[in-house]
């Protein structure tokens, strides 16, 4: 059964109640069946109330069936149904159905005009509804637009602004806060988790880090490279960058290590490649064109730092010479020594700190001059160097009346044993200063990397400690 | 914030703190459109130094925070948590800590309704936690152990799921079990273009850069012969096939030329 059927049956249905309830009613109330001493009313009501809520059809239809019910079948029941009742119920009814028929089309025309003004408040309201969802709709796909690129422009990691920033850190003429900053903005701009800057080494030819970043403790890495062997290396002979990449293009690279190299760069100053940027690790989703280019960028707004620190460092090196000795001054010891430091952080090795105090240094400053005196102590050190057979980094230590030698690969016992041999050879040994012999009283204090903490500082502290016990 | 002329045009003193508000101001006509543009339009970088710390705390507020943005908050929490001003420092440890919370406070949800997407976030917190290893490690392997009990339960695994599986075994450097898993997904699997890109990007944590160039040239192939299979007859199957080559997905192809070399590849 539909909607419609159903509420046809409904109709019906109530159409005969109300239809038989006053007739039933006129049936108990009394002696009137019909109502007609009401002229009606009550039986001749149903039908416009119909009409007020079905229609006219239904009001006429309703009408019908309750005067049918009220006017015929109640006094037919009551027993009252005779040729006088109905005369009498024709002139009482007369005016009833009159008016009846008129109430029937006004209420139904009401009834239509409430019902289209309701049709039309329903699609007014329906519309509404339906612009009101799609309108929600659209706001919250805007806000979710809004919010991705609210949080891509708040979310940038790689702006001008702070590759701008991270330039300005490049102005310091330290080299060791450029090349960290250089590597923090790779960092910043690559997602790099490790990177690193290798120079070649004077001493030892070979290619030593200048900056690392990411390096985690405790992982075993070389900290010398061969030049030879390495794509560090290939990258410095030729002034040609490496991507990882280029090892499907032919076999140059089949002789070569790639495990630690994803791109590697040179560093150009002056047109000469002065080291090498490693990127070590990167997300496989940023090995991109776009990475490469960026490194490239990087690197070409880095030169002009990096030329301008290189000249103030050649610079200042000349500077820090003592201009009696030609040998470096303490300020070079010190950069020397915070560098080995920090390279024997990366890798196994030993450096030892030897100061040569010269004690009778007053002393002898009345009989020559101060210059010949500091000549004496570093024509000790050629001694030495001649009779250990092995060459010494020296410099000037704080006073005039101190060297210091650097040493590697000594522990503890053999420096001590070191010490106590020049100071063995020294008693034995009085140089010659312009045909005079200066007699020498030498102290000796000494310092090892091997277990200390607390870097160049604390190195010198304890060297410096040794002596004073012995001045005392 | 607003020039002479605008300050001089402006309605009244009123100053809105958020988005919402200088919208409200300005449909009340309290503001001027200007004002709203500045609140609300006036977005930048946030990883800039020195650190607008307004802005870090308007983004910490959302709820609905997506993994890159609350990668890069926390990236600022870890700078800020060194910074020798306490009140700072503490400012980002909280903030860790709110990030954090939130994350388990999800996870908790999820764990107790039996979701599929616990493994995700856990592997999202995971990452989060990129300062700390140990941490990071745990929830990874924690995302693992869920994706696996989820499988052994029998709730059944798609592609997405050995996807994810395959992808937090790289992130942990479980590249042997990695590739195993690989092998079989790609063997029930064969044109899924995520399962060869993850076979890409589980050689090139190996350094095996050929065997990169080898899985983009595979996937290709694959490709290719799967649409000429579907091709009905010869010419559509020669079109099929030069739309897979040239491919819809242009960025999979721009991947696939950056990586392929001048060597034949041997698999």
Redesign the interface.
């Known amino acids: 059964m539909d909607m419609i059927q159903r509420k046809t049956l409904r109709i019906l249905t109530e159409s005969f109640l109300l239809a038989i309830a006053p007739a039933a009613a006129s049936l108990f109330l009394g002696s009137d069946p019909g109502f007609l001493a009401l002229r009606g009313a009550p039986v001749l009501a149903a039908g416009p109330l119909f009409a007020a809520f079905y229609g006219f059809g239904w009001g006429l239809a309703e009408t019908f069936m309750a005067a049918a019910a009220g006017f015929l079948a109640a006094p037919a029941l009551a027993g009252v149904l005779d040729a006088s009742w109905l005369v009498m119920a024709a002139d009482r009814l007369l005016f009833g159905a009159a008016a009846t028929v008129p109430a029937l089309f006004l209420l139904a025309f009401a009834r239509r005009r409430t019902d289209q003004f309701r049709d039309r408040m329903l699609g007014r309201f329906r519309l509404a509804v339906r612009r009101t969802a799609a309108l929600d709709r659209k706001v919250k796909a805007l806000e979710r637009v809004n ?1 991705v ?3 891509r ?5 790689d ?1 001008i ?2 590759l701008h ?1 991270q330039v300005r850190k490049l102005a310091s003429l330290n080299l060791e806060r450029a090349l960290a900053a250089v590597l923090e903005t790779v960092e ?1 701009f690559t997602e790099t988790s490790s990177s690193s800057v290798w120079i070649p080494s004077s001493d030892s030819g070979k290619l030593v880090p200048a900056a690392v970043r990411g390096w985690s403790d405790g992982a075993e890495r070389s900290a010398a490279l061969d030049p030879e062997l390495t794509i560090e290396g290939y990258v410095l002979r030729n002034k040609k960058p490496f991507s ?2 280029m ?4 076999s140059e690279f089949d002789r070569y290590d ?2 630690r190299n994803i791109i590697t760069m040179p560093i150009i100053i002056n047109d000469k490649v002065w080291g090498v940027l490693n990127i070590e690790d990167l997300p ?1 989703e940023r ?3 776009y990475t490469e280019s960026v490194l490239a960028i990087l690197l070409g707004l880095s030169e002009p730092y990096l030329r301008a620190i290189m000249e103030y460092e050649s610079m200042h090196a000349l500077q820090e010479v003592d201009e009696d000795t030609g040998y470096p001054e303490f300020s070079i010891l010190y950069n020397t020594l915070t560098k080995e430091l920090g390279r024997f952080a990366m890798e196994s090795g030993s450096l030892t700190l030897i100061v040569v105090e010269m004690a009778n240094f007053e002393e002898e400053l009345g009989r020559h001059s101060r210059t010949k005196l500091k000549k004496q102590l570093f024509a000790l050190k050629d001694i030495l160097e001649k009779s250990k057979g092995v060459k010494f980094r020296s410099y000037h230590f704080k006073n005039d009346n101190q060297i210091a030698l650097l040493l590697d690969g000594l522990d503890k016992d053999g420096a001590s044993f070191f010490c106590l041999d020049i100071l063995t050879l020294c008693s034995s040994f009085s140089p010659a200063t312009d045909g005079e012999f200066t007699p020498l009283e030498i102290i000796v204090g000494f310092a090892s990397s091997e277990g200390a903490a607390g870097g160049a500082d604390a190195m010198i502290e304890t060297a410096e400690h040794l002596l004073s016990i012995q001045r005392l | 914030m607003e020039g002479l002329k605008q300050l001089l045009s402006r309605k009244t003193r009123f100053i809105p703190r958020t988005q919402a508000q200088a919208l409200a101001a300005l449909s009340e006509g309290i503001v001027d459109e200007s004002v709203f543009i500045w609140k609300a339009v006036n ?7 020195p650190w607008d710390l307004g ?1 870090v705390e308007r ?1 910490l507020s ?1 709820e ?1 925070l ?1 993994l ?2 609350t990668l ?1 908050l926390m ?1 600022i929490f870890e700078r800020l948590i060194r910074n020798p001003d306490k009140e700072l420092a503490l400012f980002a440890a909280e903030s860790i800590n709110a990030v954090e919370q939130r994350r388990s406070k999800r996870i908790q949800k999820l764990r107790a309704a039996g979701s599929k997407d616990l493994a995700r976030e856990l592997r999202e917190l995971g990452m989060i936690c990129f300062a700390r290893p140990v941490l990071k490690n745990f929830y990874l392997s924690e995302a693992l152990a869920a994706l696996r009990s989820s499988r052994d339960r029998g709730e059944g695994s798609d592609e997405r799921d050995e996807a994810l599986e395959i992808g937090i075994l790289i992130d942990l450097h479980r590249i042997d079990e990695a590739k195993t898993c690989l092998t079989e997904a790609v063997a029930a699997h064969p044109a899924d273009r995520k399962l060869r890109l993850l076979a ?2 589980e050689r ?2 190996r ?1 095996d ?2 065997g990169v ?1 080898c899985a983009f040239g595979t996937a290709a192939a694959v490709a290719a012969d799967a649409a000429v299979a579907v091709a009905a007859d010869a010419a559509a199957a020669a079109d099929a096939a030069v739309a897979a080559e040239t491919g819809a997905d242009g960025e999979y192809e721009a ?1 696939r030329s ?6 034949p590849c041997n698999e």
């Not at chain 1, 422009?153 to 990691?157: A, I, N, P, R, W």
């Not at chain 2, 977005?43 to 130094?49: G, L, N, Q």
């Not at chain 2, 950056?258 to 060597?263: D, E, K, N, P």
Request: charged fraction near 30%; aromatic fraction near 12%; proline fraction near 2%.
């Open positions: 919010r690129l609210e949080n422009v708040s979310g940038q990691k702006s602004t702070l920033n910043l990882a990449r090892v499907l293009d032919g790639t495990d496989f090995y991109s064109l | 977005i930048h970088p946030v990883f800039e130094e802005e983004l959302k609905d997506d890159e943005t890069l990236t890409a990007k090139f944590a350094r850069f050929r160039a991947l950056f990586w392929s070399g001048g060597r």
